[in-house]
């Protein structure tokens, strides 16, 4: 909403208020202005002139050498090119030494060889947007009034010594969406005095009531309707002072019945729609609901067709207009129009924010209608516009309004107390205070025992609870009043849960070895939804696709982090950033049913992606790329964080998009929690990236599950003893498979076992491979004996001979 | 033969100081103090002398040995040290050479901002409260005081599913789904932070995903003053204990009445900077007293209990706060955008 200040001027007492400390206090107690434009924008040095004399200038054809008259003394020339210059015309000049918008000085100049001592302005050239200029004048100079004063500052005659306010209204302060009431709003911010229009009408004696009558189908869809007649219009351009608030607020004259019907929904808020009643068809006004695609061509020319729930004013057969939205283009009124049907309606409002909806056309009108107009501001508004045609379009108003449903309603009543008022607020206004709150927002009431009954006017819709009122007099009290408290009442610890407290274990574990915590969008392609999830894989997946997606690329919900981390992987490589390790702790999201019905299970997933170099300290010629084992040591390192590692078992596994010898699925406590592998290389390839390995586990699994509490185990007080042995195994056995079965041959006493050592290739028979193992034999009772150890370790060796079928090496 | 004993100790002391190696030295060092050295020999010649000489003579000789002993011994110390030190500069490095580099990485700075604002309230006895980001039509609106049809519903145009399902659009179902397990009793005092969904189209100020943190304290007696002392401790610890804090009036669906909360520009101090459009205060969070009709649907008595809740957007709070310019950087995880917040 744009509130004019001069306009508002009319309405509130603003002495000694500024447009800057009118935007101010009015943000501060609850409508934001969002900015005050000065419509002068710095024009200076601009009179009004009079054309005493114009002629073709000799040497050019499309000049004019115009002799104008700009106060006191002789006429100075000027010379014009404008088509609309003409002898006698009052016209806005820029003399000598003025500034234009843009801070355009005006100089004295020569124009072929004539002198020109100005300029003739248009209104562009005043400032104003070029969509605002009435048609008229919208290819030349603008020409004032007759009744301007010559040598007087124009800015005034063309209400450019304006400012603008900005008003960024919030949806319950749908009141403020007109003059009326923002001027309600300042009075009672300000404390100042309301004078508001009081529509007053010279009725001729010709009965409206005989030239049409009204019938509303459903109260419930139309619960007021009325209509005035005004004959005798005679349609042309609206005055200047009228002209000037439409292009302040935004809205472009067009011509004097549209620009009255506009001026009072700017004033009122009340829209209005004008008809031609010598082209209405018919002297009755029917209101109902549109049949099922019957159809109407709308004032912009469209064809429309419309559906049972529309709600249409007809002529008794057809409609001619969509209530609320749009007039139809055959009763629009014309040049020719001489008489007016005057519609002034409340139209239910989630009716008419259906019906704007479903054909797309949102107007000044439809979106205050759709939210809340003044129930009783209708039947005023209607005068004010009837009075507004009588002035200044020479109308004559037919006696009376033909009406449908009741004019005006009951105030709605709301009890607020004070003490519950200063208990919400944390305050101690007093009764006093509060009384004179209601008075500047000319809310009357009644005060009885300790509840206050308030009588909220029809144009505050928003207030319909004990809050509201509280809210109404905590603003206008001052929320700057309010006091800095804490919350007294019981103590609570707070905290995180214990998911929470290791999610962010991870978090610090993950970026103290150096990955880069990413963070990536859960929507995406159905392609990258459909791959590296592991799931079983269907012939049709049940995606969870957004209805009306804003494009492919976001349109269904990830099942998996892995695509988006390779595209961070892309994205950097593609800038040559190379060397990638990144993780995203998020979301996935996943359904059994085809037709969703119940929430998508949502699973906390830790994902991670690494490319490149892992380590590089050129000078020193070190340089590691990254391979399975530097991830598989990330993830080690993890499970130990976590107190899981001996619960943690990695088997090898085949997997749609990872390389079919390099990939793994992690399992805890038996469970499958996630993978771990190579990207395989044609995804790879297709990517356009560099060998790249990845995981992804299932956090909410590897978080729910108990694990034992630290307890410290007593350091060594006897020496241990450490055997090696070689290996010599097929190449189709595990290591880590051998590992185990030697900790399980060992017993108690071999307390640890490590691979030292791998030989692979020549020396080696075919198949087979030779790995290294490190037994570490300790017994915390004693100090062990080689025979003691002897005995557990010839066990463990026959064990792995049988069990692997291994033989010794060396 | 004392005169030669002095003649010794001035040739040998002389020697000593000219010894330029340690094998020099070493050689001087048996010259004059071996078994077959001429002090040895000194000595031994002193049967020759009368019985009251020999006593004399004899510390004499002695106390040469010692002279020569102990300068032997510190010019050795001086050599040695000066090998020493020859040795060591050979093995002088470049020490303005790069370290070897240790592996570091960093969280994302949204998850730094939001891990702070959740610490600070945890201090202030919040717990964290988290929820499904596809939420239903009744969770994410109904039960905030936004029916079907309700305008505001058009201040957050959403993404949905089904007709009934959504992705959330706020973080507040989380509040709903949290007050309806306490069962109608208080207090309820939690952080919800969390990805949101809205239909923008990606620019450098909008993002279709993007994160929230909304506060929740509902209990008996609390009144909006204690929003304001809560939200001027946040503002001051996490922008500076200078700061004040405006609330303006404003609206939101599910409170009434309902704040935007300004704090004062921290980077001027409220004197007017670009980063405060000239204002002096800055826009950072929305909040108001929970709305009656959202504490009865969850549950909660409106007459015996009351509530603040707010909500603040983690971007703009990073913009703010580490001078981005555009929130899309959040999402493109640029290695060069990610590294810059180690000391986040
Ligand atoms: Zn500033």
């Known amino acids: 909403m744009l509130v004019s200040y001069n306009w508002l001027k009319e309405y509130v007492d603003l002495d000694g208020i500024q447009p800057d400390e009118l935007a101010d206090r009015i943000t501060k107690s609850g409508i934001e202005v969002e900015g005050v434009e000065s419509l002068s924008q710095g024009i200076s040095g601009v009179v009004v002139g009079h054309v005493e004399k114009c002629e073709q200038h000799p040497n050019a054809d499309k000049l004019n050498v115009c002799q104008v008259k700009i106060g006191e003394g002789e006429p100075v020339q000027i010379i014009c090119g404008a088509p609309n210059v003409g002898t006698g015309q009052k016209v806005p000049v820029a003399t000598v030494g003025a500034v234009l918008p843009g801070n355009f000085k005006i100089k004295k100049a020569k124009l072929r060889g004539e002198v020109s001592n100005g300029m003739i302005c248009s209104l562009e050239e005043l400032g104003v947007d070029v969509k605002m200029v009435p048609k008229e004048f919208a290819d030349g100079i603008y020409v004032m009034k007759e009744d301007a004063e010559v040598g007087k500052n124009a800015l005034s005659y063309l209400n450019l010594d304006d400012h603008i306010l900005e008003l960024g209204l919030t949806p319950n302060r749908a009141d403020c969406l007109n003059m009326i009431g923002v001027a309600y709003e300042t009075a009672a911010v300000f404390e100042r005095k309301l004078t508001l229009p009081k529509p007053s009408l010279n009725e001729n004696n010709e009965s409206a009531s005989d030239c049409i009558s009204v019938k509303v189908d459903d109260f419930g869809d139309n619960p007021y309707y009325g209509a005035k007649v005004i004959r005798n219009i005679k349609v042309g351009p609206s005055p200047e002072w009228m002209q000037s608030r439409l292009i302040s607020a935004g809205i472009r004259p067009i011509n004097n019945v549209v620009d009255i019907t506009n001026y009072v929904l700017l004033e009122y808020g009340q829209p209005l729609h004008a008809f031609d009643y010598d082209r209405f068809g018919s002297k009755e006004v029917l209101i109902r609901r549109a049949e099922a695609g019957e159809e109407i061509r709308t004032l912009d020319d469209e064809m429309r067709k419309l559906e049972a729930h529309h709600l249409v004013i007809t002529n008794g057969m057809k409609p001619v207009a969509v209530a609320g939205v749009m007039g139809g283009a055959y009763s629009e009124v014309s040049d020719e129009t001489t008489t007016i049907l005057l519609e002034a309606a409340y139209f239910n409002p989630s009716i008419v924010r259906q019906a704007s909806k479903d054909l797309g056309l949102r107007s000044e009108s439809s979106t205050r209608f759709e939210k809340g107009i003044d129930r009783n501001r209708v039947y005023e508004a209607a005068n004010r516009a009837a009075e507004l045609m009588a002035e200044i379009a020479g109308g004559e108003v037919l006696e009376g309004i033909v009406e449908a449903g009741p004019r005006f309603v009951d105030p709605e009543k709301v009890i607020v107390r004070g003490e519950r008022a200063n208990k919400v607020l944390g305050t101690n206004i007093e009764t006093k205070e509060i009384h004179e709150i209601l008075e500047r927002l000319r809310f009357s009431y009644e005060h009885e025992n300790d509840e206050i009954t308030v009588e909220v006017p029809a144009r505050r819709p928003d207030i319909t609870l004990e809050e509201d009122l509280i809210e109404e007099i905590g603003r206008i009290y001052g929320y700057d009043k309010i006091p800095a408290t804490l919350p007294e009442g019981a103590t609570t610890t707070g905290g995180l849960t214990p998911s929470q407290m290791k999610r962010r274990k991870v978090r610090r574990y993950l970026e103290s070895v150096g990955l880069y915590q990413a963070l990536t969008y859960s929507l995406t392609t159905k392609k990258k939804a459909n791959a590296y999830h592991g799931l079983a894989t269907e012939e049709e997946p049940a995606f969870i696709s957004v209805s009306m997606p804003m494009s492919e690329e976001r349109a269904v919900l990830r099942r998996t982090i892995l695509p988006q981390l390779l595209e961070v992987v892309q994205y950097n490589q593609n800038r040559q950033l190379n060397d990638v390790a990144v993780y995203e702790i998020g979301s996935t999201y996943l359904t059994d049913e085809r037709n969703l019905e119940k929430l998508p299970n949502e699973h906390q997933k830790l994902a991670a992606a690494f490319s490149g170099l892992w380590h590089f300290h050129p000078w020193q010629q070190e340089k590691k790329p990254v391979d399975f084992y530097v991830v598989k040591g990330v993830l080690d390192g993890l499970f130990k964080k976590l107190g899981v590692s001996e619960r943690i078992e990695f088997q090898q596994v085949k997997r749609e998009g990872f390389h079919p010898g390099r990939t793994a699925i992690v399992l805890l406590d038996g469970k499958q929690i996630g993978v771990i592998g190579q990207l395989h290389p044609a995804d790879q390839k297709e990517w356009d990236i560099k060998e790249t390995y990845l995981f992804e586990l299932d956090l909410d699994i590897v978080f729910d599950i108990d694990v034992e509490p630290v307890v410290y185990s007593a350091l060594p007080r006897y020496p241990s003893i450490s055997r090696d042995i070689a290996l010599i195994l097929e190449q189709d056995v595990s290591a880590g498979e051998v590992q185990s079965g030697i900790k399980a041959a060992g017993g108690e006493l071999l307390k640890e076992v490590s691979i030292f050592d791998l030989y692979e290739g020549e020396h080696m028979d075919e198949g087979k491979k030779s790995v290294a193992y490190s037994l570490t034999y300790y017994n915390p009772e004693k100090t062990l004996t080689d025979d003691d150890v002897e005995k557990v370790h010839s066990k463990v060796l026959g064990y792995v001979k049988e069990k692997f079928n291994a033989t010794m090496r060396g | ?344």
């Open chain 2, 1 to 344: 033969m004392q005169e030669r004993l002095m003649t010794l100790q001035e040739e040998a002391v002389e020697k000593i100081e000219h010894a330029s190696s340690l094998k020099e030295l070493q050689d001087i060092r048996v010259e004059y103090l071996g078994k077959k050295g001429p002090i040895t020999e000194v000595l031994r010649g002193m049967g020759k002398l009368p019985a009251e000489e020999r006593p004399k003579m004899g510390q004499l000789a002695n106390e040469v040995r010692e002279v020569i002993t102990t300068k032997v011994d510190s010019k050795q110390e001086k050599l040695e040290r000066e090998e020493l030190d020859r040795q060591l500069s050979n093995e002088t490095i470049d020490v303005t050479l790069p370290g070897r580099p240790i592996r570091q990485g960093n969280a994302h700075p949204l998850t730094a901002v939001i891990e702070e604002i959740e610490d600070l309230f945890i201090g202030m006895g919040f717990s964290i409260a988290e929820g499904p980001e596809v939420e239903t039509d009744y969770y994410n609106f109904e039960a905030l005081n936004l029916p079907k049809n309700h305008p505001a519903r058009d201040m957050q145009d959403s993404f949905f599913i089904t007709e009934d399902l959504l992705l959330r659009t706020q973080t507040s179902p989380v509040q709903a789904r949290t007050m309806e397990k306490h069962e109608g009793k208080g207090p309820v005092k939690i952080i919800s932070p969390g990805k949101v969904y809205r239909r923008d189209t990606d620019d450098a100020t909008h993002s279709h995903q993007f994160m929230q943190i909304e506060g929740l304290l509902v209990d008996k007696n609390i009144r909006m003053s204690d929003l304001k002392g809560t939200l001027t401790l946040f503002a001051q610890k996490l922008f500076g204990e200078e700061r004040e804090i405006r609330l303006r009036p404003s609206f939101f669906p599910f409170t009434e009445p309902s704040v935007e909360v300004d704090v004062s520009c921290f980077k001027c101090n409220g004197a007017g900077c670009s980063i405060c459009k000239r204002t002096g205060w800055i826009e950072i969070l929305g909040a108001g007293m929970v709305h009656p009709n959202v504490l009865e649907m969850a549950g909660f008595d409106s007459k015996e209990y009351t509530g603040f809740a707010f909500g603040m957007g983690p971007e703009r709070i990073a913009m703010l706060k580490f001078g981005i310019d555009d929130i899309r950087h959040f999402y493109t995880n640029d290695l060069r955008f990610l590294e810059q917040f180690k000391r986040a």
